[in-house]
């Protein structure tokens, strides 16, 4: 799990990487929570995400946007976390040129961040998106999905209302040629934070189920 130092639309920013073992290995690029709120790389739900991609075999970044940790920059609302979401996306490409496919997973904000790069980069082929912020930040803009992708969402979370994920999911999933899996975990909050297991273990499986499509 090497650190990494790479250049972001505001200057450095900084990550943890690892190489997937096979030449053309799939890529994964992590997005963490609310920065305003404490949202890092090191968020337990991104870490272990970062861990079951790496372990399944993917070349896996996880970086923290501007102004988090060592990375250089200040806030910018979303605009500029998106903007430092490419540049990280740019970076894990030219460390994969023979990539066989590309993923985005986010958390909370990191999820709307990456729903965004999913409607600017064709080159994305899946998503996992953990409770998207659906009630605090615009997703209309996903018209039509280009992917196909997961959604876990926890049934008891209090920061987002598990009825306007379940009608994000469903709005998706009447588009034609979208698959849109999407899982509640009972008893979980937005942060999962008893049900980090059974988040982990629907990732994985949803992992499991496309890779041997």
């Given at each position: 799990?090497?650190?990494?130092?790479?250049?972001?639309?505001?200057?450095?920013?900084?990550?943890?990487?690892?190489?997937?073992?096979?030449?053309?290995?799939?890529?994964?690029?992590?997005?963490?929570?609310?920065?305003?709120?404490?949202?890092?790389?090191?968020?337990?739900?991104?870490?272990r995400m970062y861990r079951t991609?790496?372990?399944?075999?993917?070349?896996?970044?996880?970086?923290?946007?501007?102004?988090?940790?060592?990375?250089?920059?200040?806030?910018?609302?979303?605009?500029?976390?998106?903007?430092?979401?490419?540049?990280?996306?740019?970076?894990?490409?030219?460390?994969?040129?023979?990539?066989?496919?590309?993923?985005?997973?986010?958390?909370?904000?990191?999820?709307?961040?990456?729903?965004?790069?999913?409607?600017?980069?064709?080159?994305?082929?899946?998503?996992?998106?953990?409770?998207?912020?659906?009630?605090?930040?615009?997703?209309?803009?996903?018209?039509?999905?280009?992917?196909?992708?997961?959604?876990?969402?926890?049934?008891?979370?209090?920061?987002?209302?598990?009825?306007?994920?379940?009608?994000?999911?469903?709005?998706?999933?009447?588009?034609?040629?979208?698959?849109?899996?999407?899982?509640?975990?009972?008893?979980?909050?937005?942060?999962?934070?008893?049900?980090?297991?059974?988040?982990?273990?629907?990732?994985?499986?949803?992992?499991?189920?496309?890779?041997?499509?």
């Amino acid at each position: 799990m090497p650190e990494v130092i790479f250049n972001g639309p505001e200057g450095r920013l900084e990550g943890l990487y690892t190489q997937g073992k096979a030449e053309n290995a799939p890529t994964a690029l992590m997005l963490h929570p609310y920065p305003r709120q404490g949202g890092t790389m090191n968020n337990r739900v991104i870490y272990r995400m970062y861990r079951t991609f790496s372990q399944r075999g993917f070349s896996t970044l996880r970086f923290n946007f501007r102004g988090v940790g060592r990375s250089q920059g200040s806030f910018d609302n979303g605009t500029g976390e998106f903007s430092d979401a490419a540049a990280a996306l740019d970076w894990l490409q030219s460390q994969n040129p023979n990539a066989t496919g590309c993923w985005v997973a986010g958390f909370s904000f990191g999820a709307w961040i990456g729903m965004q790069l999913l409607m600017r980069r064709p080159e994305i082929s899946r998503f996992i998106s953990i409770a998207p912020p659906v009630n605090t930040f615009d997703f209309n803009f996903l018209a039509p999905c280009p992917a196909s992708g997961l959604i876990v969402q926890g049934r008891q979370d209090d920061v987002v209302p598990e009825e306007a994920v379940a009608k994000l999911a469903n709005k998706l999933t009447n588009q034609r040629g979208i698959e849109i899996d999407y899982r509640v975990v009972p008893g979980a909050d937005h942060l999962f934070s008893n049900k980090l297991e059974q988040l982990i273990k629907n990732v994985d499986g949803y992992l499991g189920n496309s890779l041997e499509a």
